[in-house]
């Protein structure tokens, strides 16, 4: 079958290749139909390694996939052939001690498409287990149940901030994980959410949602946009989503007294931060890798129309030009947030 190969840091290619089409008892065959492209496809294609994980041998990319279920092993029940679904890219050990803790992202097991040397799904077909693999529902599209993926980043870290109605959030990054988080905290009881960068084309898009103040750190205020919508206080939740040294070297200064941040953005290297600031807020600190059990929440908030996606998808290519997709994505268009691919 075609595949987009990721040969080594800066050579793609579609390729023709053989992949075991097995489908187990519990695993469900998959035809897809698109998929996103995330950073970390991007970043392997320019650097050929993300910290630790090196490209040593050609690796299939692509992780944020939705498809049309072909065939279901004999204890697949909840998907049937034709169902539309979305896949879940992190495969754990089901018997690993963190699995059965439920922190099944955490499994040190765990195999996820497109992190070497695990194939991503960037191909005709892939052979999925049934436990991760979700039916979307009749008004979620595909490029949404693709958009699920990096929307359960959002989701996990809203989570983890444990948002109470009415809180106000500040995510600070406006790629496409800020954005998505910004969105989650907002389905998850946030009134308003600040959300900060430093490039207008990508504060542009967030402006448009309701709930959401963009505000340019060269250009505008932060601070008194925080001000004004918190009566001095803070924000409640703070989501740190740019990696940024100096935003997470001044992490509390925007955050109330007693408020929770979460460190969703990675840091290239270790990346210090004024922690007395921090002490002197009482600030709850929590980190994030990944998600865990996120899709079906998701995907009952697409449904619902209180996550909208449809306008983070800036591109859409076909396979074929897949090339040319990952070319455009390793431009770094500010403007651009999400590239899809489309079967064909
Ligand atoms: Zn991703």
Redo the contacts with the bound molecule.
């Keep these: 079958m075609k595949a987009l190969v990721l040969e080594k840091a800066g050579k793609i290619a579609i390729e023709d290749r053989e992949f075991d089409e097995t489908t187990g008892d519990n695993d469900v065959l998959i035809k897809i139909h698109s998929v996103g492209i ?1 950073g ?1 496809d991007v970043h392997y294609y320019q650097h050929g390694r993300i910290g630790p994980f090196v490209v040593e041998a050609p690796m299939v990319l692509g ?2 996939a939705s498809g049309v279920v072909l065939a279901t092993g004999k204890n697949v029940t909840h998907v049937k052939p034709g169902d539309r679904v979305c896949m879940e890219p992190g495969i754990p050990d089901l018997n690993s001690a963190q699995s059965r803790a439920g922190i099944y992202n955490l499994d040190p097991a765990v195999r996820f498409w497109a992190t070497p040397p695990v194939d991503g799904c960037l191909r005709e077909t892939v052979v999925h287990p049934g436990a991760f693999t979700f039916k979307l529902p009749d008004n979620v599209s595909f490029a949404e149940g693709a958009m699920v ?2 929307l359960a980043i959002g989701m996990h870290a809203a989570t983890k901030a444990g948002i109470k109605p009415g809180d106000i959030g500040l995510v600070i990054g406006a790629g496409p994980i800020g954005v998505v988080t910004a969105l989650a905290a907002l389905a998850g009881g946030c009134s308003d959410v600040i959300i900060c960068d430093l490039f207008d084309e990508k504060l542009a898009v967030a402006a448009n949602y309701e709930g959401l103040h963009a505000v340019n750190i060269k250009s505008g205020d932060l601070a008194s946009k925080v001000a004004a919508l918190t009566s001095g206080n803070g924000a409640d939740v703070v989501f740190e989503c740019s990696g940024a040294k100096p935003a997470i070297a001044t992490l509390a200064q925007h955050a109330a007294p007693g408020a929770t941040a979460v460190l969703v953005g990675m840091p290239i290297d270790a990346a210090p931060m004024d922690i007395v600031a921090a002490q002197a807020k009482e600030i709850t600190f929590k980190t994030i890798f990944r998600y865990a059990n996120m899709y079906p929440r998701t995907l009952r908030l697409l449904s619902s129309g209180k996550l909208r996606v449809q306008p983070l998808i800036s591109q859409t290519y076909k396979f074929s030009e897949s090339v040319a997709a990952f070319e455009r994505a390793a431009a770094g268009n500010a403007s651009d947030i999400k590239i899809m691919l489309e079967m064909e």
């Design positions: 995330c970390s992780h944020e993926e990096p």
